[in-house]
């Protein structure tokens, strides 16, 4: 991407908004969301982006048209997506198949994919241009679920992005979404994973009651001056990349009882240790991590393959800020793999009769973070005829007034190597403390003598200062 000092401008010209129906009629029914579906953590739209380069085959299609034309089919079996979400009695959501269509916009700009250098990452400049916040979309009920855009490029690559209401997919459901709508813009004529609704296997019991002492969704009062809320003006994003270099780096700090840890624990565990210290957390403060877990596969029996709503659970790890910092690095991973551990299929039907006895509440969001593991979405292999796409995932982090929420997602940097990205909210001076935190982590890559090494001494608690080579960590900001 442009550096900060050179901040990449382009203007981008839009169609009107046109609303885009199932290619055929659909069933005009009431459909009820899940108890996991309609809780308040989730009553936002997910903004997702996919760019797509040059395809010397598909030279003479339009990219705007054909992936309309496969959206109005894919609504003919998604055709919950077309209607509109309404709320009844005790805030139970209902989706109303209306037939009305998913919002789509046709655009132009005039910029070229190499113009946003080699580095496609969050933030992305003029993300406002690239899907435009048509007036009232970003509410919950009655207001379509999906708000698309396609944006032509002048080198003949494009971009999609995308605006899709949470309440009724998950990240699961929306890559699946996804894939059909590309089967479709290649030539397919019905879903190669028929989608399932099922939000009957997700509902509260009769009567409710919680088995779990849920800490995600505790009342947690905010003593700190220090937190941040959603009125900070001075809120930045930046986007860290992990390449095999780093995660070995990290993984040289894991005890060997926890050595089969997975990537996603190290690096949350990482995320967590460096973000407490960044906001300057006072010791005795509680802090949570709070994990999306995918809880399909946790039912007995599993839920049905094609299930596309929410079957997602925010299980958190929870430690006072000292003992975080202070204590060895696998004190945290170790927190984080068993608060994924916890989740089972009666953890999600506690969560759901949670909901129903507290009021679809909300999960905690005072000295919390919230992570979710995109990189098993398959976003990338997303191919509307263009091929994989250059870069897919998430467009920001923050949701709502929570700020903190982040992802990692599959990436390339410029160097080819694979790795992933960690994109990050916080205020300018925390991100600042943030990035030096990492820095003093992976040490200065100029340096080739001990310090490294006994810098992880210091932060970590190891009584054996040996000498590591430092690994290159990559940071890209914009």
Not at 200 to 211: G, N, S, Y
Not at 295 to 320: H, Q
Not at 419 to 430: F, K
Request: charged share 20%.
């Amino acid at each position: 991407m442009a550096s900060s000092s050179s901040p990449l401008r382009f203007t981008v010209r839009r169609c009107q908004p046109q609303l885009v129906p199932p290619a055929i009629p659909t069933p005009h029914e009431l459909k009820l969301l899940s108890d996991i579906d309609d809780q308040e953590g989730l009553r936002y739209h997910t903004p997702g982006i996919q760019i797509y380069g040059k395809q010397a085959s598909m030279a003479e299609k339009d990219p705007a048209e054909v992936i309309r034309q496969a959206l109005s089919q894919t609504l003919v079996f998604y055709y919950p997506l077309a209607g509109r979400v309404r709320e009844g009695p005790h805030r139970k959501l209902v989706v109303d198949c209306t037939r009305e269509g998913a919002m789509f916009i046709e655009a132009d700009a005039d910029v070229t994919l190499a113009e946003f250098g080699d580095s496609l990452q969050p933030p992305f400049p003029c993300f406002h241009e690239l899907l435009y916040d048509v007036p009232d979309s970003q509410q919950i009920t009655d207001t379509p679920p999906v708000l698309v855009q396609v944006t032509r490029l002048k080198c003949g690559g494009f971009i999609l992005t995308s605006s899709i209401n949470h309440t009724i997919c998950d990240g699961t459901g929306v890559s699946q979404f996804m894939h059909t709508w590309a089967e479709m813009a290649r030539g397919s004529t019905k879903p190669s994973i028929p989608p399932v609704w099922c939000r009957e296997l997700l509902m509260a019991r009769h009567p409710p009651r919680v088995t779990f002492n849920h800490r995600e969704y505790e009342h947690v009062l905010d003593t700190s001056e220090r937190t941040m809320t959603s009125t900070e003006h001075d809120m930045v994003q930046r986007s860290f990349f992990f390449g095999p270099s780093q995660i070995a780096a990290i993984r040289l700090l894991v005890p060997p009882h926890l050595q089969h840890c997975t990537t996603f624990d190290i690096i949350t565990a990482c995320l967590w240790r460096c973000r407490t210290k960044a906001l300057q957390i006072e010791a005795h403060e509680e802090v949570r991590m709070m994990v999306i877990v995918n809880g399909r596969a946790r039912l007995n029996p599993p839920l049905p393959v094609g299930y596309y709503g929410n079957a997602i659970a925010f299980p958190a790890a929870v430690s006072t800020a000292g003992k975080l910092c202070e204590n060895p690095f696998g004190y945290a991973v170790e927190l984080i793999k068993k608060a994924k551990s916890e989740v089972t299929e009666e953890y999600m039907h506690s969560v759901a009769d949670l909901m129903v006895i507290k009021d679809r509440c909300m999960f905690t969001t005072i000295r919390s973070c919230i992570i979710s593991d995109l990189t098993r979405g398959r976003f990338r292999e997303v191919n509307f005829g263009w091929g994989e796409a250059v870069y897919s995932g998430v467009a920001k982090t923050g949701f709502g007034s929570f700020l903190g929420g982040t992802y990692q997602v599959l990436h390339k940097n410029a160097k080819g190597e694979e790795g992933i990205v960690l994109p990050i909210w916080l205020p300018a001076q925390a991100m600042n403390r943030f990035a030096k935190e990492l820095d003093n982590l992976f040490g200065n890559q100029n340096q080739t003598t001990n310090w490294f090494g006994k810098e992880l001494c210091n932060m970590f608690g190891k009584e054996n200062q040996t000498t590591i080579r430092s690994p290159t960590f990559i940071m890209s900001t914009l």
